[in-house]
């Protein structure tokens, strides 16, 4: 059946148009830990002792591909979730495959008023076509932050502190964790949710951020 592409909008038989794949996939350099665009080699502005020890991305959080997880978040387009797995299962391959795969939790109310995780209907099928576990409850969102969209850098951090719990079950010495989550803008999140799992033994943590705002 005809489908009308996600990103420009233009009909056709995928859910996002061959054009539109091709320019969001396109090769940039990045910086190895923070995905920053345009950075060959380590960008120079993360610390060595970050959490996150490197970041995947397909592309920058810009237009026309923002509607993707827009629609996804705010439009219940699931199957964007699926498109994005699919092709972050296919750059992921290239590279060490994580022991677990993780996505970042939302608070019970914002899940309650969604009805989904974005960044587990990610996660899920991403785990599966890579062939590796995931758990959805390990990490715990340990309270309804204010949104991060309208904060600065450190408002975020401080919004962000200590928001992180792992389960007291959960068994992560020395593992590989993968944090998946839909867009990376600062990476506030994603460091203290890979503080969070360092801390309760995990050895290296990848961040996996469908798209990255540039």
């Given at each position: 059946?005809?489908s009308?592409?996600?990103?420009?909008?233009?009909?056709?038989?995928?859910v996002?148009c061959a054009?539109c794949a091709?320019?969001?996939?396109?090769?940039v350099p990045?910086?190895?830990?923070?995905?920053?665009?345009?950075?060959?080699g380590p960008?120079?502005q993360?610390?060595?002792d970050?959490?996150i020890d490197?970041?995947?991305t397909l592309g920058?959080?810009?237009?026309?591909?923002?509607?993707?997880i827009l629609q996804?978040k705010?439009?219940g387009?699931?199957?964007?979730?699926?498109?994005?797995?699919e092709?972050?299962?296919h750059?992921m391959?290239?590279d060490?495959l994580?022991?677990?795969?993780?996505?970042i939790p939302?608070?019970?109310s914002?899940?309650?008023?969604r009805?989904?995780n974005?960044a587990w209907?990610?996660?899920r099928?991403l785990?599966r076509?890579?062939?590796?576990p995931?758990?959805p409850?390990m990490?715990?969102?340990?309270?309804?932050?204010?949104s991060q969209?309208?904060l600065?850098?450190?408002?975020r951090?401080?919004?962000?502190?200590?928001a992180?719990?792992?389960?007291?079950?959960?068994?992560l010495d020395?593992?590989?964790i993968?944090?998946?989550?839909?867009?990376m803008?600062?990476?506030?999140?994603?460091r203290?949710?890979?503080r969070a799992?360092?801390a309760?033994?995990?050895?290296?943590?990848?961040?996996?951020?469908?798209?990255?705002?540039?």
């Amino acid at each position: 059946m005809p489908s009308a592409c996600l990103a420009c909008t233009a009909v056709q038989r995928d859910v996002v148009c061959a054009a539109c794949a091709a320019r969001l996939l396109q090769p940039v350099p990045r910086c190895p830990r923070c995905a920053t665009p345009h950075s060959h080699g380590p960008c120079g502005q993360c610390a060595d002792d970050d959490p996150i020890d490197t970041t995947l991305t397909l592309g920058d959080y810009t237009a026309p591909f923002d509607r993707l997880i827009l629609q996804l978040k705010f439009g219940g387009q699931l199957p964007a979730a699926a498109w994005l797995a699919e092709r972050l299962a296919h750059a992921m391959r290239d590279d060490a495959l994580p022991d677990l795969l993780v996505p970042i939790p939302l608070s019970a109310s914002r899940l309650a008023e969604r009805g989904f995780n974005q960044a587990w209907e990610i996660g899920r099928p991403l785990a599966r076509r890579l062939g590796v576990p995931a758990s959805p409850s390990m990490l715990w969102r340990l309270r309804d932050t204010a949104s991060q969209r309208t904060l600065d850098l450190p408002a975020r951090l401080a919004n962000l502190r200590q928001a992180f719990s792992v389960s007291p079950a959960a068994r992560l010495d020395g593992l590989h964790i993968a944090l998946v989550d839909d867009v990376m803008t600062t990476g506030a999140t994603l460091r203290e949710a890979a503080r969070a799992l360092k801390a309760h033994g995990a050895a290296r943590v990848t961040a996996v951020a469908a798209l990255r705002t540039p």
